[in-house]
């Protein structure tokens, strides 16, 4: 016996027909924009290896300390749901061998993601991301078709009012000169901090960086390491930003932003949107050069980023600009005697053979019923069969809006209702 009373777990949430088609909207422009550029979908397991992530996604960020739903499974391997798409499509890239093929892989995906997070607006413990990957090319242009894709989705979806931060972390030399550089800048201020800012200032400093603790923000504020990043490093940056500016694509650089996952080389960036509060960022991404390689590859250069499915949403409801629920059924087959149900199966079936969207009474009810349930599907036509259709030979169509009827041959029915439902 189950217990009464299930519920889905808190920070999960079903998702209904009333809100579906909106869903599929989103998915089917994503994917549409993403094709237009030469990606291809990927799907991978939501479930894998600990080791996937852990070492991939850093060991100090929250997403491996706090956030994994990890556990044992039944042969004792230790299995992850993924938390996110970056490194599971790195390790099916490795595992395909497409890290020794060379030239330029593009993939997206868009599926469920997994965080044990305190659950709020806009943060759930299963969320959905569209994202996209692209292999094989360093070029600081492939950062800027990159953040292009990302643009279209979200102007395909008429989401307006978004921020595109960006930022630069340069190569794995410039990093370890930015920890260094913050450690430097952050001991004198060490009595200050919370034990658990002083942790993260001695094992990864760039994290400290996202630390919500005010006086983090304030001495972070004054913080900019691009004065220790290479010049090489500066120049090719400066070229992401110069063609960002050429392409049209309004950005802001934040010399703060190092986002919460560890695998980043070059540029990093987010987009924030103010409808969004305390969880204002709706996608981010970057580079991450060394992933490939640290993942046991062919050394791979790449970059990509992944958007939230449920924060495009809010932002969405906060313009009013939800795609509005289209699909409805065409036609209802009502039926007056039981006895005619089977025919209107067959009729119902004819009408789905030319692509048209039909529901059929199946029950033994009064005719006022099947219309009510028609009118409330939001049919546009009722099709009624009864002893007087099959005596005259012909099939009635009422038209729910105008409320005008009409009798069909049996001849030409099908073709006639093919016609209307197209007007
Ligand atoms: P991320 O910034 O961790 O990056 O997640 C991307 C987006 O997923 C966030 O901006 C947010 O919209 C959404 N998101 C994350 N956590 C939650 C949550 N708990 N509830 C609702 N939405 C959430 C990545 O995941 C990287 N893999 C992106 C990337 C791709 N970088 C390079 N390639």
């Not at 997403?63 to 390790?91: C, H, N, W």
């Not at 490093?233 to 996952?261: A, K, N, Y």
Request: glycine residues 8%.
């Amino acid at each position: 016996m189950c217990p009464p009373n299930l519920k889905a777990l808190g920070g999960t949430s079903d998702i209904f027909p009333s809100d579906s088609d909106a869903w599929q909207q989103l998915e089917s422009l994503a994917r549409h924009t993403a094709h237009l550029y030469g990606f291809r979908e990927i799907r991978t397991p939501l479930i894998e290896e600990a080791a996937v992530f852990t070492g991939a996604l850093g060991s100090t960020t929250e997403v491996v300390t706090k956030q994994m739903y990890q556990f044992e499974d039944r042969g004792g391997r230790r299995v992850v749901l993924r938390p996110e798409g970056t490194a599971s499509i790195v390790r099916a890239f490795i595992e395909k061998g497409l890290d020794k093929t060379g030239g330029l892989v593009r993939l997206y995906y868009m599926g469920p993601m997994f965080r044990a997070e305190r659950p709020q607006a806009g943060r759930r413990r299963q969320f959905h991301q569209f994202g996209a990957e692209m292999f094989g090319s360093a070029s600081p242009y492939s950062d800027v078709e990159t953040i292009a894709v990302l643009k279209r989705i979200l102007d395909s979806w008429g989401l307006t009012g978004w921020k595109l931060k960006i930022n630069s972390l340069g190569t794995p030399e410039d990093r370890s000169r930015i920890l260094d550089f913050i450690r430097q800048k952050l001991e004198p201020h060490k009595d200050k901090f919370s034990p658990e800012e002083l942790e993260r200032l001695e094992k990864n400093p760039l994290r400290i960086l996202d630390s919500k603790e005010p006086v983090c923000q304030v001495l972070c504020g004054a913080i900019d390491f691009s004065e220790v990043i290479a010049d090489e490093s500066l120049d090719r940056f400066d070229q992401v930003l110069r063609t960002l500016g050429h392409m049209d694509i309004p950005f802001e650089r934040d010399p703060l932003l190092v986002r919460g996952l560890d695998y980043y080389t070059h540029t990093v960036f987010e987009v924030v949107h103010p409808a969004l509060g305390a969880q204002d960022a709706l996608g981010g991404g970057g580079r991450y050069d060394g992933l490939v390689q640290g993942m046991g590859g062919v050394s791979t250069t790449a970059v990509g980023f992944a958007i939230g499915l449920e924060r495009v949403l809010i932002a969405l409801e906060a313009l009013k600009a939800v795609p509005a629920t289209t699909k409805q059924p065409a036609v209802y087959v009502a039926t007056t005697d039981p006895a005619e149900i089977p025919e209107g199966l067959l009729q119902a079936e004819q009408l789905r053979e030319r692509s048209i969207e039909a529901v059929v009474n199946l029950e033994d009810r009064p005719l006022k019923r099947q219309f009510d349930q028609a009118n409330k599907l939001g049919c546009r036509f009722v099709i009624v069969r009864g002893a007087a259709e099959r005596e005259k030979k012909v099939v009635t169509v009422k038209d729910m809006n105008s409320r005008e009827q009409r009798e069909l041959t049996q001849a030409d029915w099908l073709a006639t209702m093919a016609d209307l439902v197209k007007e």
